[in-house]
């Protein structure tokens, strides 16, 4: 780094030093520095919730801070738009948003990968597209030090479930060669099981796990898909079956984020709607039962240091978000304990609430025309709904914004 201050400007040269050479050295290495846990692996519970890029990174940061959080999640790029070439995050971009992290001790920090990714496709263009994509992702991960970065395994159109698991695995093997994870760890996360969608049996997530066990990997688990996949997560004795099941197949130490969504779909619906927590078929009490229960807990032994709980919810009106970070730490018993939350705070204000429902009355014509696309890739274009809302503010209100983040 201090050779740089000396650079005048002129392209970078490498610069060749005699130095004198020293046997020993080749034989002695110096020891690996002692690598040290971060911060939000404090044993503390973590609770987070999907924040919005909209405008810049650093509001997303902010939005987790107001509403409560000690660790976010956040799209690195929007979420439903194929990214050109050049969507590197600017070194200076990046450094701001570390520091700022930093300063507020968010942790972890999770990134949800774009939708349109499907690591399974047998579609030879839409596989290369999506890997060259996910490899993206990556790097943007790496650039905003991201402890994880879940991806869901994509949808198997008319492959075996077989044949798309090894589809997934080498997607993903190819995705991240030659980057240097540098401490991030992709999850890939449980799905609803709508459509031919792979991952909503555990067995399939664990399998695409062990294909993957040479890379940092482990996997998200949604509440919400649990429960829509048929994993009674409600009861009590579903509960405990469930982590029994989740041991068996994956290993709940292999399980660092759990997005914690009630569903809208009763048990085994297989569909993908997310609802406010303790307002769906999930409930309050199970979610106290899940979010208090030692296995899930961010403390060790019986939990996973670090472990996190991550709302993806919807935000149908002003404050919903707020209030659903307050229902999640009340629920886990840490009420006037948690982070302080900005009082009136909420990602979306009556304002953008006006501005989205006018877009979306236009999106709505504009779907009704890609109903017709082959099903494989029109599945993206009904993604839940929790997620539709920030991408519709993004889009509606903040169009210069966001169109900058693409270019
Ligand atoms: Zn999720
Ligand atoms: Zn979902």
């Not at 997310?274 to 032994?301: D, Q, T």
């Not at 939990?303 to 919903?320: H, M, N, S, Y």
Request: proline content about 7%; aromatic content about 4%.
């Amino acid at each position: 780094m201090t050779e740089q201050k000396f650079s005048t400007g002129v392209p970078d040269q490498p610069i060749l030093q005699p130095t004198e050479f020293d046997p020993e050295d080749e034989y002695r290495p110096e020891p690996e520095p002692e690598p040290h846990p971060p911060s939000w692996m404090d044993g503390r519970v973590r609770i987070g919730i999907h924040t919005s890029i909209a405008g810049s990174y650093l509001n997303a940061l902010e939005s987790a801070r107001k509403l409560g959080c000690n660790a976010l999640q956040i799209f690195s790029a929007s979420p439903r738009m194929w990214q050109g070439g050049s969507t590197r995050i600017s070194d200076v971009d990046a450094k701001a948003f570390r520091a700022r992290r930093e300063e507020l001790r968010l942790g972890p920090l999770v990134i949800h990968a774009n939708y349109l990714l499907n690591l399974a496709s047998a579609e030879r263009m839409l596989q290369t597209r999506s890997i060259q994509a996910f490899h993206d992702e990556i790097v943007r991960a790496i650039a905003l030090r991201a402890d994880f970065l879940i991806v869901h395994p994509g949808a198997r159109g008319e492959s075996t479930t077989e044949q798309a698991i090894s589809t997934i695995v080498e997607s993903v093997k190819q995705a991240s060669k030659h980057a240097p994870m540098d401490g991030l760890r992709i999850l890939i996360e449980n799905t609803a099981g709508m459509g031919t969608s792979v991952g909503a049996r555990l067995e399939e997530l664990g399998e695409i796990l062990a294909g993957l066990r040479n890379l940092p990997v482990g996997a998200c688990l949604d509440t919400a898909h649990l429960f829509a996949a048929g994993y009674d997560i409600k009861s009590p004795g579903g509960l405990a079956s469930t982590i029994g099941q989740i041991d068996g197949a994956i290993g709940l130490e292999n399980v660092p984020v759990i997005h914690v969504n009630d569903s809208k779909i009763p048990l085994g619906g297989r569909v993908d709607r997310h609802e406010h927590i303790g307002k769906g078929k999930i409930g309050a009490e199970a979610f106290a039962r899940i979010l208090r229960h030692p296995r899930f807990s961010a403390a060790a032994p019986e939990g996973l240091p670090g472990r996190a709980f991550v709302a993806e919810t919807p935000i149908d009106d002003p404050g919903d978000d707020r209030r659903n970070v307050a229902m999640l730490w009340e629920l886990a018993g840490l009420k006037g304990q948690e982070p302080e939350a900005e009082k009136g705070f909420s990602m979306l204000t009556a304002a953008l609430q006006k501005r989205i429902s006018l877009h979306r009355k236009t999106e709505k014509k504009r779907n009704a025309k890609r109903e017709t696309l082959p099903s494989g890739r029109g599945r993206r274009r009904t993604p839940r709904r929790s997620e539709k809302k920030p991408r519709t503010k993004k889009g509606g209100a903040r169009k210069g914004s966001a169109k900058k983040k693409r270019g």
